[in-house]
């Protein structure tokens, strides 16, 4: 999963991924809202045959435009059921598998890389999967204007970019703003659910969920696998590599 870092909001062909780092600006040329968060890094990709037939076939049901307004998300979604967000999902291997084994929850899922919206579609088209809805824009606005406080059962964050170096530490999505936005929408007993494959991404996790006084730890530290998110055969790659896997997982008190 990737994340996004300070550049120009993307065009309609956007190819980047989601990061949350509090800048000042103005809207770009074209944007008629005011962006405070510049949250892409422009990434290079190639939407495929079959994931462009999805595009078109599936777009119109799955792909939910950016607006201005608070999601109706029983309309967008035709019930009412747990809704949770998921914040880059890559090309949507893991998000197709969860919403197949959890058929009673609503997933909204922010990527803004065409490619991966497309094979989501695509996977959404191979597996059936109607409890899906996407969101091709920048996650931190979708946040900031679709979503209403106590408004979710749960928030994904899987394998975001790790930033390796110190120096671009504070590029990482998972920062102190960002999750005070994302506790403010939980709901009482919602959850917030990390995981990297980065040790010092995932001590960095595990102190700024602590420090956010509406979040309580499930564990008393990094917590168990939760059973519903699978192993990714990039996950799996790491694991034979040796490297570790580490799940952060928080809810908001009552």
């Not at 168990?224 to 580490?246: A, C, I, M, S």
Request: proline fraction near 9%; hydrophobic fraction near 40%; charged fraction near 20%.
């Amino acid at each position: 999963m990737t994340e996004l870092t300070p550049a120009p909001a993307p065009q309609s062909a956007a190819t980047a991924t989601a990061a949350a780092t509090r800048t000042p600006g103005q809207a770009p040329t074209g944007v008629t809202h005011p962006k405070t968060i510049k949250s892409y890094v422009r990434r290079a990709g190639r939407t495929t045959t079959g994931q462009a037939k999805a595009f078109e076939e599936l777009g119109p049901r799955f792909v939910v435009p950016f607006a201005q307004q608070l999601l109706d998300a029983p309309a967008v979604f035709g019930r009412n059921a747990p809704l949770v967000l998921e914040i880059g999902f890559g090309m949507g291997e893991a998000t197709a598998h969860i919403a197949r084994v959890r058929p009673g929850d609503n997933f909204l899922c922010c990527e803004v890389h065409e490619p991966g919206v497309g094979a989501l579609l695509k996977r959404i088209g191979e597996q059936d999967l109607t409890n899906i809805r996407i969101l091709q824009h920048d996650a931190v606005e979708v946040i900031d204007h679709m979503l209403a406080e106590g408004s979710l059962d749960g928030v994904h964050i899987f394998f975001p970019d790790p930033w390796h170096k110190t120096k671009h530490n504070k590029r990482r999505l998972v920062q102190p703003p960002l999750v005070a936005k994302l506790a403010a929408r939980l709901k009482p007993g919602g959850y917030l659910h990390c995981a990297t494959d980065w040790e010092p991404y995932a001590e960095q996790m595990l102190e700024v969920l602590s420090a956010e006084p509406l979040l309580q730890n499930t564990a008393s530290g990094f917590a168990p696998q939760p059973d519903y998110r699978p192993l990714t055969k990039f996950e799996n790659r790491g694991l034979r590599l040796g490297h570790g896997v580490w799940d952060v997982v928080f809810v908001r008190r009552n």
